[in-house]
């Protein structure tokens, strides 16, 4: 339960961006009602004292949705002052209607946990009355909305299933989800057109929501994949973010700074374009992804059916092998077998290695063969993609409209949980940038709290959060700047990040004295409401 306590000695970061100054903040229920010196009181203190006290932080594009199910205090995040988890990158937890729910049941049995709800909010309700750590928000998935009609089909929607797709939308949208998440990589994704997305556009636009997207290609044809974002904004008039901002591949490094210009371009002409990172140079996805989307159609266990066939699985390696703009060939861009770091899934003896090492002791000529046969073995292994460079990760923190993410779940650093593979951004992408990327000199602290709390509130439509202000909610942050580091790696990513020293959600206190309480103040947060 919330109590009236006084924040004290504190310097103050409010989240906009301002210079930080010392200030008391004194919290009573689960709102702000003092900011500026709180006289000496019998009312509870938290020490602030060397520490800076900031708005808690906003991850922008959280997989948590499953392990918050499995342990609800989102530690991995909580460690790193991440107060609101945000959902949908192209698959939410609801809508689930028509063809969808015998996906939701299979992705159930799959993960152990529930995905057949049939809103968005009876998730985030149910969460929010079992006890949660961080407030929760979601995105309608742009996959439930088609698997609803085409399960996993490639194919075009009709005319009528557009109508009422867009109709689930509109009434999702109506309940408070924050907008329309896509993830265009991935099937079925991936089987949307512009014009499908437009349309899903136009609804969000009569509401004030945000499309966003992890664009259909993050390398050979990413200035043509933020054009297709561009103008689906431009003709809908929706506002739009960039999934996690990235040039992947070596030779497309150079394309990180056309690619902002062409934002900063879009965003000239009055359009609302904003964008988020994870400050790594490795992505992570499933090892299926690095397959063309025209062999997923029929859903993954289609695939590993038909991977069986030889000529099938010629055809699959000799497209990986094309370079090309079709479709976003995650192979090629991590520069072949060497790039794939395996982080693991159900068969474990492969985990840590990289594809050319298992390739090698598997007496594989092709690593391709290699790749094939873990994807027919293992649906569920996770790889590491390095792709990227740090000097674009730097380049893309200097544009104000950047806000950061983890893409990943919030987990716990113990058995069972700590079994499971992950990206060492789990534990690290807020501490990164608060800590080394701040003393080091690429941002400002102030304005890296910004990226993290006002920043994404705003474009996100979340009311009286991401600041500190008198009447704002609650969520805070206080940590020691000069001590906050990530210490999650590649080999070893179950590491708590350091230097978070108290962390309040809702004026729980979840997070004391650089250790979990297990007090859980969150709750479901809605576009829009207070």
């Given at each position: 339960?919330?109590?009236?306590?006084?924040?004290?000695?504190?310097?103050?970061?409010?989240?906009?961006?301002?210079?930080?100054?010392?200030?008391?903040?004194?919290?009573?229920?689960?709102?702000?009602?003092?900011?500026?010196?709180?006289?000496?009181?019998?009312?509870?203190?938290?020490?602030?004292?060397?520490?800076?006290?900031?708005?808690?932080?906003?991850?922008?594009?959280?997989?948590?949705?499953?392990?918050?199910?499995?342990?609800?205090?989102?530690?991995?995040?909580?460690?790193?002052?991440?107060?609101?988890?945000?959902?949908?990158?192209?698959?939410?937890?609801?809508?689930?209607?028509?063809?969808?729910?015998?996906?939701?049941?299979?992705?159930?049995?799959?993960?152990?946990v529930r995905h057949e709800w049939p809103r968005i909010n009876d998730y985030l309700n149910h969460m929010a009355t079992s006890g949660v750590g961080p407030n929760l928000a979601s995105f309608v998935g742009a996959d439930n909305l088609r698997m609803a009609f085409a399960g996993q089909e490639d194919r075009p929607l009709t005319a009528g299933e557009l109508t009422a797709a867009c109709g689930l939308l509109d009434e999702e949208l109506a309940n408070?989800?924050?907008?329309?998440?896509?993830?265009?990589?991935?099937?079925?994704?991936?089987?949307?057109?512009?014009?499908?997305?437009?349309?899903?556009?136009?609804?969000?636009?009569?509401?004030?929501?945000?499309?966003?997207?992890?664009?259909?290609?993050?390398?050979?044809?990413?200035?043509?994949?933020?054009?297709?974002?561009?103008?689906?904004?431009?003709?809908?008039?929706?506002?739009?973010?960039?999934?996690?901002?990235?040039?992947?591949?070596?030779?497309?490094?150079?394309?990180?700074?056309?690619?902002?210009?062409?934002?900063?371009?879009?965003?000239?002409?009055?359009?609302?374009?904003?964008?988020?990172?994870?400050?790594?140079?490795?992505?992570?996805?499933?090892?299926?992804?690095?397959?063309?989307?025209?062999?997923?159609?029929?859903?993954?266990?289609?695939?590993?059916?038909?991977?069986?066939?030889?000529?099938?699985?010629?055809?699959?390696?000799?497209?990986?092998?094309?370079?090309?703009?079709?479709?976003?060939?995650?192979?090629?861009?991590?520069?072949?077998?060497?790039?794939?770091?395996?982080?693991?899934?159900?068969?474990?003896?492969?985990?840590?290695?990289?594809?050319?090492?298992?390739?090698?002791?598997?007496?594989?000529?092709?690593?391709?063969?290699?790749?094939?046969?873990?994807?027919?073995?293992?649906?569920?292994?996770?790889?590491?993609?390095?792709?990227?460079?740090?000097?674009?990760?730097?380049?893309?923190?200097?544009?104000?409209?950047?806000?950061?993410?983890?893409?990943?779940?919030?987990?716990?650093?113990?058995?069972?949980?700590?079994?499971?593979?992950?990206?060492?951004?789990?534990?690290?992408?807020?501490?990164?940038?608060?800590?080394?990327?701040?003393?080091?000199?690429?941002?400002?602290?102030?304005?890296?709290?910004?990226?993290?709390?006002?920043?994404?509130?705003?474009?996100?439509?979340?009311?009286?959060?991401?600041?500190?202000?008198?009447?704002?909610?609650?969520?805070?942050?206080?940590?020691?700047?000069?001590?906050?580091?990530?210490?999650?790696?590649?080999?070893?990513?179950?590491?708590?990040?350091?230097?978070?020293?108290?962390?309040?959600?809702?004026?729980?206190?979840?997070?004391?004295?650089?250790?979990?309480?297990?007090?859980?103040?969150?709750?479901?947060?809605?576009?829009?409401?207070?």
């Open positions: 339960m919330s109590s009236d306590f006084v924040v004290r000695g504190g310097l103050l970061a409010d989240g906009t961006g301002a210079p930080l100054r010392r200030a008391d903040v004194l919290v009573r229920g689960d709102r702000i009602v003092s900011v500026g010196e709180v006289p000496d009181s019998d009312v509870a203190e938290l020490d602030a004292e060397g520490a800076v006290v900031a708005p808690g932080f906003v991850n922008v594009l959280s997989q948590a949705y499953e392990s918050l199910q499995r342990d609800p205090r989102g530690l991995s995040d909580l460690y790193q002052g991440v107060t609101t988890e945000v959902f949908g990158e192209g698959y939410s937890l609801g809508p689930v209607e028509g063809r969808m729910r015998a996906i939701a049941k299979d992705y159930a049995e799959q993960t152990h408070g989800a924050l907008g329309l998440g896509s993830a265009l990589i991935y099937a079925p994704g991936m089987y949307a057109s512009t014009e499908e997305l437009t349309a899903f556009a136009e609804v969000l636009a009569r509401h004030d929501a945000l499309y966003i997207s992890h664009i259909r290609n993050e390398s050979d044809a990413l200035l043509e994949s933020l054009d297709e974002l561009i103008t689906i904004a431009e003709r809908s008039g929706a506002r739009a973010e960039v999934y996690h901002l990235k040039a992947a591949g070596r030779d497309n490094w150079p394309s990180m700074a056309p690619a902002i210009a062409r934002i900063e371009e879009a965003r000239a002409r009055g359009l609302a374009i904003t964008a988020d990172i994870y400050p790594y140079e490795a992505g992570a996805t499933g090892l299926d992804a690095c397959i063309p989307p025209r062999f997923h159609d029929g859903g993954p266990d289609a695939l590993r059916g038909k991977l069986m066939c030889e000529d099938f699985r010629t055809a699959v390696k000799d497209a990986i092998r094309a370079p090309g703009t079709d479709w976003d060939n995650c192979y090629l861009s991590a520069g072949g077998a060497d790039g794939i770091l395996l982080l693991g899934g159900d068969t474990s003896e492969w985990n840590g290695m990289t594809l050319a090492q298992v390739a090698t002791r598997h007496g594989d000529a092709d690593p391709l063969d290699t790749l094939v046969d873990i994807v027919v073995a293992d649906s569920r292994m996770i790889i590491a993609l390095f792709e990227m460079t740090e000097d674009n990760v730097r380049l893309a923190l200097q544009s104000p409209w950047v806000s950061v993410c983890s893409d990943s779940e919030a987990w716990t650093a113990a058995p069972p949980y700590s079994d499971s593979p992950t990206h060492p951004r789990a534990y690290g992408s807020f501490a990164r940038v608060l800590g080394p990327y701040v003393r080091e000199g690429v941002l400002h602290l102030e304005d890296a709290v910004r990226r993290m709390t006002s920043l994404p509130a705003r474009t996100l439509r979340l009311a009286d959060r991401g600041v500190i202000r008198e009447g704002a909610f609650a969520d805070l942050a206080i940590f020691e700047p000069d001590k906050v580091r990530d210490l999650a790696t590649y080999s070893d990513p179950h590491r708590y990040a350091e230097g978070m020293r108290h962390v309040v959600v809702n004026g729980v206190v979840a997070f004391r004295e650089g250790g979990p309480t297990d007090d859980l103040g969150g709750r479901a947060l809605r576009r829009g409401s207070k």
